[in-house]
């Protein structure tokens, strides 16, 4: 028998695709570094963002050093170091997401439409950085602090060595498509919120497109995650059919009418069950 590596089968997709990005992100540093390049680069780093997400709940490899050396990958990926997404993510949001201890809610958007998605950008973003340097300034969080420097680290000395060789390149391949992921990832965070009652049982909105779903690695299941956050990504869908929750099929769907047309006001929530949110660390 050959030994098991990854804990579930349908993380080698997962790996498939961030290994298959990297490398096409490489040939057009390489070889043709062109603006047009960034928006398409910049969904593939949030779609890394997405694979991050899922590791950081359920992690992917039986061995710890494995584990321990995707985080550094995952972080090329993303441009971000990924203890600095963990803490944001599950530390904070999963544990508070129902009031201001949120570094993320939904409140620190502001007006309609577009300008609310950039108000909360602007928000969230400041929002993070301010009490991230207060929880790496604690004792007891040391270790994710010295996880987040290596990582940083790692980052630093690469990005300094590719923008050496092309500046340009740089700055179309990598710079400006990390910022974008980081950006898309935060503005689907906004959507699975916003508006809505997080202390009732409809807490969350869910976006049930196969399609969607597909390329999401099934993020946009976010009831079923929030009730249930050690479950793998794969088992997501299943889960949310056995609740028989609904939602909406598309999530570009809905930016477009709630955001940029503002053709709808709200949304409808659906029934759903709200579960403890205990279970997080059962995995780790």
């Known amino acids: 028998m050959t030994p098991k590596i990854l804990k579930y089968k349908a993380d080698r997709r997962s790996v498939a695709f961030v290994s298959i990005f990297i490398l096409i992100q490489g040939i057009l540093f390489l070889f043709s570094s062109r603006w047009w390049t960034f928006p398409l680069l910049a969904l593939g780093c949030a779609i ?20 321990e050396l995707w985080n550094f990958v995952l972080s090329w990926g993303m441009g971000s170091s990924a203890a600095q997404m963990t ?3 599950i530390l904070i949001h999963h544990r508070f997401f129902r009031d201001s201890r949120d570094w993320t809610r939904y409140e620190l958007a502001k007006g309609r439409g577009v ?42 000395i690469i990005s300094l060595c590719l923008l050496a060789y092309s500046p340009l390149g740089f700055l179309f391949c990598y710079f400006l498509p990390w910022i974008g992921g980081l950006l898309i990832v935060l503005v689907v965070n906004l959507t699975q919120h916003d508006e809505l009652d997080l202390k009732s049982d409809q807490h969350s909105r869910d976006f049930v497109g196969p399609l969607g779903n597909w390329f999401a690695f099934n993020s946009f299941f976010h009831t079923v995650h929030h009730e249930k956050p050690a479950l793998h990504w794969s088992l997501l869908p299943l889960e949310h059919r056995k609740r028989a929750l609904g939602g909406r099929k598309s999530f570009w769907s809905y930016i477009f009418t709630h955001y940029l047309f503002q053709t709808e006001s709200s949304y409808l929530p659906r029934k759903q069950c709200l579960a403890s949110p205990e279970d997080e660390f059962q995995d780790r």
């Open 48 to 67: 890394v963002g997405a694979i991050n997400h899922n590791h950081m709940h359920h992690r992917m490899f039986v061995s710890k050093s494995l584990n």
């Open 87 to 89: 803490v944001t993510h």
């Open 115 to 156: 300008q609310r998605v950039f108000s909360y950008l602007k928000n969230t973003v400041s929002e993070i950085r301010r009490h991230r340097k207060v929880f790496f300034q604690q004792t007891r969080n040391e270790g994710w602090l010295k996880q987040a420097r290596r990582e940083k680290m790692v980052l630093w």
